[in-house]
Nanobody
């Protein structure tokens, strides 16, 4: 079965750090871009970051830029999201998703895919003192 499984979510104090892991099974991530999303209760799902299949293209939302870092290790079939300087408003369920669409760029900057083929079940991140 084609699956993505997130892990690494935890309770952390404001200003703390976490690293989320997105592990693929049943398929190779070599051919997929990966997006990170989050959703808090009562709020719409929002995109946090995305990374192209080769890591050449990386994009962050303004809310996490400078604090979060996405990376991937295709040999391990794994994608990571390092989160630093966490704020209470970062609290949410975090999801990773894989997209097989071709990459696109706008004025030299990577544009995240609009369509994702495979979604994980999410991992809870809670930022609170």
């Amino acid at each position: 079965q084609l699956q993505l499984v997130e892990s690494g979510g935890d309770l952390v104090q404001p200003g703390g750090s976490l690293r989320l892991t997105c592990a693929a099974s049943g398929f190779s991530l070599d051919d997929y871009a990966i997006g990170w999303f989050r959703q808090a209760p009562g709020k719409e799902r929002e995109r946090v970051s995305c990374i192209s299949s080769t890591s050449i293209g990386i994009t962050y939302s303004d809310s996490v830029k400078g604090r979060f870092t996405v990376s991937r290790d295709n040999a391990k079939n794994t994608v990571y999201l390092r989160m630093n300087s966490l704020k209470p408003e970062d609290s949410a369920v975090y999801y990773c998703a894989a997209s097989s669409t071709l990459p696109s760029y706008d004025r030299g900057e990577y544009v995240c895919p609009d369509r994702y083929d495979i979604w994980g079940q999410g991992t809870q991140v809670t930022v609170s003192s």
